[in-house]
């Protein structure tokens, strides 16, 4: 194999796959992404966070200077307050964390990847087990989300098969085609987006009524708590008298699940949308580019011709008297030919291998130039055909 040869095989070995291209692709997506929100966000929420922080400053010097505290004994009690909160103290009356409900409202947190913050172990020995304990328990959950994903596409195409069939019937016509009792990914997509929304905004009208939130309020948190992204800014039933409100708990319990079900095969259902658009992102590319090197390619020819005219020009002749010292003319069956003397080139190579042989198509009117050329390719002839004589070069 030739060094061009290992050349394009080394180059044809470093093109990535489609899925790798498509890996590569989303990466850069996201990072995209991350960027253009962080500038939004740094852009909409740093003014107000340089504002409380101006404020509560505020607040401090006032409250020392009104009781004759100083700053840094202030602070200390409030550093010992964000400790106790781990344990669940709070400055308003709230309910009891890690009796059975709490405990259960804990362990639901952690399973489905919610983790709001409110709660967390504060013993080592409850640290370590909650490793062991979130692993198997996320996995299990997620396993639950794929198969809610599962029969919620396969009533899908019950439903479908049920819609043909009755439709069929009332055409007269009892064939039914496979695919049609498929349902797309768009139609999944869109049905989900119902049952997400239908979820959250009636999750949302009793989160207004329990939590005393406004309605926006409640859709805000739905979205945090379904998304398993708990910020923790909102959490749902930890008032003191929401112990007593079992029913209220319960309810909560299901929505949670329900709505965290529904919002996981929804993002399943658009990843592979946007897997879709990956594909046809990375074809218009490829399309694109093999359009260039297609121009390319047929550009090719052109330069070479243009390039090859130039060299040759030279050689042209531009009138029909041609002098006899600036060419040589050799007869070859029947044809007169031109021949071009070897030239060292500026790197020293001879150009003898890719010298032109062209044949002569200028018509000769003269009958006397006829005659001497003729005489002449007969004495060059016969000086090709003469032995070398004794004192030659060998």
Not at 29 to 46: D, K, P
Not at 83 to 89: D, K, L, M, V
Not at 94 to 101: E, K, S, T, V, Y
Request: proline share 3%.
């Amino acid at each position: 194999m030739t060094e061009k040869g290992e050349f394009l095989c080394s180059c044809s070995s470093l093109t990535p796959s489609r899925e790798t291209a498509r890996f590569y692709l989303l990466g850069i997506f996201i990072a995209v992404y991350m960027l253009a929100g962080a500038a939004i966000f740094s852009t909409l929420e740093r003014p107000a966070e340089l504002m409380a922080h101006q404020l509560w400053d505020q607040r401090l010097k006032d409250f020392s200077q009104l009781y004759n505290i100083s700053c840094e004994d202030l602070e200390s009690l409030l550093l010992h307050y964000e400790e106790a909160r781990t344990a669940g103290i709070r400055a308003e009356p709230g309910r009891a964390l890690w009796d059975i409900p709490g405990a259960f409202y804990f362990v639901g947190t952690v399973v489905s990847t919610i983790g709001f913050g409110v709660t967390a172990p504060s013993t080592m020995t409850g640290k370590i087990l909650l490793v062991f304990y979130g692993l198997f328990g996320c996995s299990a959950t997620i396993l639950f989300f794929n198969f809610f994903l599962e029969r919620f596409i396969t009533l899908l195409s019950f439903l479908t098969l049920w819609f043909h069939k009755r439709k069929n019937r009332k055409n007269g016509s009892g064939e039914i085609n496979v695919e049609e009792r498929k349902p797309s990914v768009y139609q999944v997509t869109l049905i989900l987006w119902c049952a997400v929304l239908l979820v959250a905004c009636g999750a949302a009208s009793l989160y207004s009524a329990m939590e005393g939130w406004t309605f926006l309020e409640s859709l805000y948190f739905c979205f945090v708590a379904f998304s398993t992204v708990g910020f923790g800014d909102f959490v749902s039933s930890q008032r003191e008298h929401h112990e007593e409100i079992w029913p209220y708990q319960m309810a909560n319990c299901l929505l949670m699940l329900l709505g965290v079900c529904c919002t996981y095969s929804l993002f399943n259902a658009t990843s592979v949308i946007m897997k879709q658009g990956l594909d046809w992102t990375l074809g218009t590319l490829g399309r694109i580019f093999n359009s260039i090197k297609q121009h390319r390619l047929e550009a090719r020819p052109f330069f070479k011709r243009s390039s090859f005219e130039s060299e040759s020009s030279i050689f042209s002749c531009e009138d029909k008297n041609v002098s006899r010292q600036q060419l040589r003319a050799v007869s070859s069956s029947g044809h007169s030919m031109l021949w071009r003397p070897c030239v060292p080139s500026a790197i020293g190579k001879c150009l003898c291998d890719k010298a032109k042989v062209e044949t002569v198509c200028h018509r000769i009117s003269d009958p006397k130039d006829s005659s001497d050329l003729k005489q002449d390719n007969i004495s060059h002839m016969d000086v090709l055909s003469a032995k070398p004589s004794s004192g030659s070069l060998d």
